[in-house]
């Protein structure tokens, strides 16, 4: 595959997901107002550390998918930081992140063909904001060459209630070195965990992937062609309302509720991993 070149200033667009409740947080985080919206751990809340993490020079404003009943909370949260998003594409009905991810994948495509972008969930916690974009610039070269980069979490200890990845080439010191992804874990038992912490070639899967739209809609076309053909209509049926992209309610209603991993990723064999070794939480419990 012919490798392609950075536009510049803005190379990479972020697609930051909205759509989780984090009810195991509850009653702090609810259906109503998720733990994202809230400043759990410093003055913002958890979405705009998520939007601030990715606001610099090689990044483009941030393309934000979110449910309608959080709509406005969006707007609000970045106009705080006098930021606006690129697009706020409202998902009629949760559907998990495969739909969600294409649909923003096809939405900027349309105006940037093979446009380069980082998803990222609302909800994760990374105080090294410098540190982290280094590791998605760094992965940046392998994104372009044609691969489906993953960010893979060093493990501090047996965790059972995340997949995990298996690396290829890992190192003592999880050094960020772009390299094929061996196969996805899933979530473990204690043992196993235990086992994969112990052998240092695993990773937590973070859920934050970096790719042009052009390899990701390619992925879907391979492994997932009806969820690509549902969210191609509901795309094509979006209705702009007050500054809003409502994606077609009726063909929505139609895709099923899975994740990108189970969809595509699984399948794919264009897949790359980019180990970080600093700190990260998805504040999935109070115990996290």
Known sequence: ???????????????????????RLWPLSRKSFPKQFSALTGEETLFQAS?????????????????????FIVKDQMAAMGLA????????????????????????????????MIVAPSDHVIPQDAAFRAVVLAAVPAALSGQIVT????????????????????????????????????????TRAQAMLADGRHAWNAGIFLATTT??????????????????????????DLGFARLGAAEWALLPDVSIDYAVMEKARNLTVMPYSGIWSDLGGWEA
């Open 1 to 23: 595959m012919m490798k392609r070149t950075l536009p510049i200033p803005a190379i990479i667009h972020p697609v930051i997901l909205c759509g989780g409740a984090g009810t």
């Open 51 to 71: 939007v601030r993490r990715f606001t610099a020079p090689e990044f483009s404003a941030p393309v934000v998918v979110s449910g309608s009943d959080f709509r």
């Open 85 to 116: 998003a690129a697009a706020t594409l409202i998902e009629p009905e949760g559907r998990n992140t495969a739909p969600a991810i294409l649909a923003a994948a096809l939405l900027l495509d349309q105006s940037e063909p093979g446009a380069l």
């Open 151 to 190: 960010f893979g979490i060093r493990p501090d200890r047996p965790e059972t209630g995340y997949g995990w990845l298996e690396l290829s080439e890992p190192s003592a010191d999880f050094a960020p070195i772009a390299q094929p992804l061996r196969r996805f874990v899933e979530k473990p038992d204690l």
């Open 215 to 240: 390899d990701l809609i390619a992925a879907f076309a391979s492994f997932a062609p009806d969820i690509l053909k549902g969210v191609r209509a509901a795309v094509s049926a979006i209705h702009h």
